[in-house]
């Protein structure tokens, strides 16, 4: 029997190494799409040693034709979208960037889908983030959206993009609401990444402070191979839709740096806040409800955000 095939887009990501992993696990064939093979782009792939079972196809997601061809080449049963300029920071930098990229991105996929298969199953990556100013925690898949930046708005665009085509043309198409979700493969510049990063360099005596924006906001943090889960498992559903993939609990970044530094037994005086580090806007507190992906898709999640910290400074002293 042939082997189901899923096209990965955002191959070079935390959660596309992750996800590239349980799709094999689960006899898929991978294929994933990348910018370009220039630079660290196989690090997760390789960390999880899985790089020579992934089949890789340069696609620039912008230019449709190179879409529509992938999808012509490899009649994939399943889409998954994970690519985006993923950074709330970098979207206030590069917002025309950002936009453009995370929303032009998603509507070529969607227009690939409607032009070729549409049997073709899509999850798209949306964002905890598109409610942003929030009143009722916690959030539920209706709660109302109030981005917050660049980033949150295209992700908001493109998540209703999605809802249009689903609705429009009868497509079988998912949004998972990820909450933040952290590993080890997670990029230097996120900050569950940075604070431990930058928390081992003080221990070894590499780096002599932690300088920090605001720290008293809270969000929902979780561990990506435990989100992917929820990703795959909303794709094998018998009917499309859009669930939060969350912890169901917020921690302050406060109570988050306090723990590192307390495990690696730094002095907490190392810490140093810094106003010109705060955002133009942020979400002070958010958290979501994980109650309709645990009855629907029969997804749990009971791990607390400090047992999780602890693996990543863990692996993290390991491979530093
Ligand atoms: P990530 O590690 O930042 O990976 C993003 C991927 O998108 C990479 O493969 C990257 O390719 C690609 N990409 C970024 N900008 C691009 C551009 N301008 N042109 C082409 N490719 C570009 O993100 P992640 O943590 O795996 O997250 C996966 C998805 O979930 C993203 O869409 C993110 O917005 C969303 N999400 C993540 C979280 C979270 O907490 N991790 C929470 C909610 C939603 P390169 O390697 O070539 O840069």
Avoid at 52 to 61: H, M
Avoid at 136 to 163: F, G, Q, R
Wanted: net charge negative; aromatic share 10%; proline share 3%.
């Amino acid at each position: 029997m042939t082997k189901p095939t899923a096209i990965i887009a955002g191959i070079t990501g935390q959660d596309g190494a992750y996800l590239s992993k349980l799709l094999l696990d689960n006899g898929y064939q991978v294929v994933g799409l990348l910018r370009s093979y220039i630079n660290n782009a196989l690090r997760g792939l390789r960390y999880l040693k899985i790089d020579d079972k992934v089949i890789l196809e340069e696609c620039d997601l912008l230019d449709i034709t190179q879409l529509i061809n992938v999808i012509k080449k490899y009649q994939p049963t399943e889409i998954y979208n994970l690519s985006a300029q993923s950074s709330v920071s970098i979207s206030f930098k590069q917002p025309i960037g950002t936009v453009q990229y995370n929303t032009l991105s998603v509507l070529n996929i969607l227009e690939a889908i409607r032009l070729t298969d549409t049997k073709l199953k899509f999850y798209q990556a949306s964002s905890s983030e598109m409610y942003g100013m929030v009143n009722d925690l916690p959030i539920t898949e209706n709660s109302i959206m109030h981005p917050l930046s660049p980033y949150a708005v295209s992700k908001a665009a493109a998540h209703w993009l999605c809802i249009n085509y689903r609705e429009s043309y009868d497509l079988f198409i998912c949004c998972g609401i990820l909450f933040n979700h952290e590993s080890y493969l997670r990029s230097d510049n996120f900050f569950i990444k940075k604070i431990i990063r930058e928390a081992i360099q003080i221990k070894q005596g590499k780096q002599e402070i932690l300088r920090v924006g605001n720290i008293d906001i809270s969000r929902d943090f979780g561990f990506a191979p435990r989100y992917v889960e929820a990703m795959f498992l909303m794709m094998q559903h018998s009917v499309p839709d859009d669930y939060l993939v969350c912890s169901g609990q917020s921690i302050s970044l406060r109570a988050i740096i306090n723990h590192v530094f307390d495990q690696l037994h730094i002095d907490k005086n190392k810490i140093v806040e810094d106003p010109t580090l705060f955002r133009p806007t942020d979400i002070e507190d958010i958290y979501g409800s994980n109650v309709k992906a645990n009855e629907v898709l029969n997804w749990s999640y009971d791990h607390h955000f400090f047992e999780i910290l602890d693996l990543l400074i863990e692996e993290e002293m390991q491979n530093s």
